[in-house]
């Protein structure tokens, strides 16, 4: 084949060829008769949703043709979309058909039996549409003995407005005996009807709004947004009048040293000298500082994407989210790059490495773990090669750059040192106090308020996630993303005001870690979640549950933690600008 005269023609042959073959899987438009791809999915225990395994890993009639081009998000899902064996055109209906006939061996009717028994269901998806299915049922004859049946004949009931496709519905029944040598014919038959759906309205059947917009999930948000108003009112009130009758006390030179209950409100202003020291371990406070306020970032701008661009099976959310993790990169540099040189920080290098490096490598070591599992169990529940690659790409292309342009930028330009009063050159000793003023007793009870703000959220997503229904209130989560962080501000503030007040000046750490204990009781309440919410069981799914809780919860203890000690920080730097200081 002489490449050099008819190869640019032979390539733009392939490609209209190409374009063609997926021009209607992307546009969602086709031609009558023209075919509308079924593509199968994945088969696994109903009670246990992230224990999938291939479709055809069950003995169902097999299908030419190899797996649909898999995009990021589908990847790092465990997605893996193959042919299915059913030929259907679009606006024909079909009649009964014989798709294969099947003589079940003993090794694939122990199989069958094995999953019917564990309630295995299967997924499929045509026009990206999903589509649901029971592999069989068990039923109790008389004599109270379990006979496995499968169901052999599926019926398609697909929707269609003009050149687009609405609905798809499946029914399975024809139950057939499993048992070794029982001769199975599998069948389908498809129905075309018109609907007058639009179809950006085609996926609402599948959003659940009696569980979501229920009123529970109304009062829930309204007592949480009541609770945010009570407690702003509260602290202002409390810290506006303790912090006035400071400055009047300070004014009058009163320089009574006596030990004072936390009443007095009158021990802050002598550890002006210490307060604004370095905290311990400033490399790593500093790259969570920053690493909390990308991911605080990433997910206020991932859930406003969702708000405008509806996606209800998260597909696209995916992308965003690791798009906008790398891309805010940025942030991080620039946060903890700054907050590492106005405290005089001489290795802002390793705090640079660190900051992007941390979080991603914790969650690259889960992942590994996971996909361990996944392969020893074969299941296809893992993220493949070829994602990882695609991911390691984004980091070192994208995230690392970024990272290193933030530090660099706000080592020379944020890190000038703007603290209102000069540190002492020798530590100030802390004195002794009660046990509920010790800096664990403020990290172990931050977090209930701001806990007791989401927890209903935090129930409706945990559902979503691990009980089939597709998440899509995204403005309920923006609100109560909002009523979190003002909650976690107004209490943190509150536990830094009584912890320097009792002349404790290590106040960077508590406040951190006091607003992230919050994803500390996000993790009880999951624990909580899968023993008594639901049915799940086996190691497998165990594992999987608990490493992507895990991960949440990480990720929520950085957000936290940043946005609470940002706003504290705010705070401190104020009350200790208004004081004369001698």
Not at 24 to 50: I, M
Not at 543 to 558: E, K, R
Request: proline residues 4%.
């Amino acid at each position: 084949f002489n490449f050099t005269m008819k190869g640019p023609f032979f390539f733009l042959l392939l490609l209209s060829l190409l374009s063609l073959a997926y021009c209607s899987l992307y546009t969602h438009t086709y031609n009558d008769k023209e075919e509308v791809v079924l593509y199968v999915h994945k088969v696994g225990p109903f009670r246990n949703p992230q224990e999938q395994y291939r479709y055809y890993s069950l003995p169902f009639c097999p299908a030419e043709g190899g797996s649909q081009l898999e995009k990021l998000e589908e990847e790092i899902q465990g997605s893996e979309l193959e042919r299915g064996p059913y030929k259907i055109l679009f606006g024909e209906n079909t009649k009964l058909t014989t798709v294969c006939p099947k003589v079940l061996t003993k090794d694939e009717t122990e199989q069958l039996k094995e999953a019917i028994k564990n309630q295995y269901w299967y997924q499929l998806y045509l026009d990206e549409l999903p589509i649901f299915g029971m592999v069989g049922e068990v039923v109790e004859d008389n004599s109270g003995e379990e006979k496995v049946f499968i169901f052999t004949h599926s019926k398609f009931s697909i929707a269609k407005n003009l050149d687009r496709v609405i609905e798809v519905n499946l029914t399975t029944d024809n139950p057939q005996l499993v048992e070794t040598g029982a001769k199975l014919m599998f069948t389908f038959e498809v129905t075309w009807t018109d609907t007058s759906v639009d179809f950006k309205d085609r996926f609402k059947k599948y959003l659940d709004g009696s569980f979501f917009e229920h009123k529970v999930h109304w009062i829930s948000l309204v007592n949480s947004f009541m609770l945010v108003i009570f407690l702003v009112a509260i602290v202002s009130m409390i810290l506006l009048r303790t912090l006035k009758n400071d400055y009047a006390r300070y004014a009058r030179d009163d320089d009574n040293v006596e030990d004072r209950d936390v009443g007095d409100d009158s021990g802050w202003k002598q550890i002006h000298g210490d307060v604004f020291r370095a905290p311990p371990y400033l490399i790593l406070f500093s790259s969570l500082l920053g690493i909390g306020q990308q991911t605080a970032l990433v997910l206020l701008f991932s859930v406003l994407f969702a708000i405008f661009d509806p996606v209800y099976e998260n597909q696209r959310l995916v992308t965003v989210a690791v798009v906008l993790y790398a891309v805010a990169g940025f942030v991080a540099g620039y946060t903890g790059g700054g907050f590492y040189a106005r405290h005089a920080g001489k290795h802002w290098i390793k705090t640079m490495l660190l900051t992007f490096c941390l979080f991603p490598t914790v969650c690259l070591v889960i992942a590994i773990f996971l996909n361990f599992i996944a392969l020893t169990y074969s299941s296809f529940s893992y993220i493949s090669g070829s994602s990882v690659l695609g991911m390691l790409l984004l980091w070192v292309l994208i995230q690392v750059p970024m990272t290193i342009a933030g530090t660099i930028v706000g080592k020379n330009y944020n890190g000038v040192a703007d603290s209102p009063c000069r540190i002492n050159p020798i530590p100030r000793p802390i004195p002794e106090k009660k046990w509920y003023l010790q800096p664990w007793s403020h990290v172990i009870l931050g977090g209930i308020l701001p806990f007791g703000s989401i927890f209903i959220e935090v129930y409706f997503v945990l559902t979503s996630f691990w009980h089939y229904k597709y998440y899509y209130v995204y403005g309920f989560m923006l609100l109560v993303y909002v009523i979190l962080i003002i909650v976690t501000v107004c209490v943190t503030i509150v536990s830094t005001y009584f912890l320097l007040n009792s002349e404790d000046y290590r106040w960077q750490w508590v406040a951190f870690l006091s607003s992230a204990s919050t994803a500390g009781y996000v993790f009880l309440y999951a624990v909580y979640y899968f023993f008594v919410k639901t049915k799940m069981s086996g190691f497998f799914q165990t594992v999987f549950y608990f490493g992507h809780t895990i991960m949440f919860c990480l990720g929520l203890a950085l957000i936290c933690g940043a946005v609470g000690f940002v706003g504290t920080s705010v705070f401190v730097k104020r009350i200790y600008r208004n004081v004369k200081i001698d």
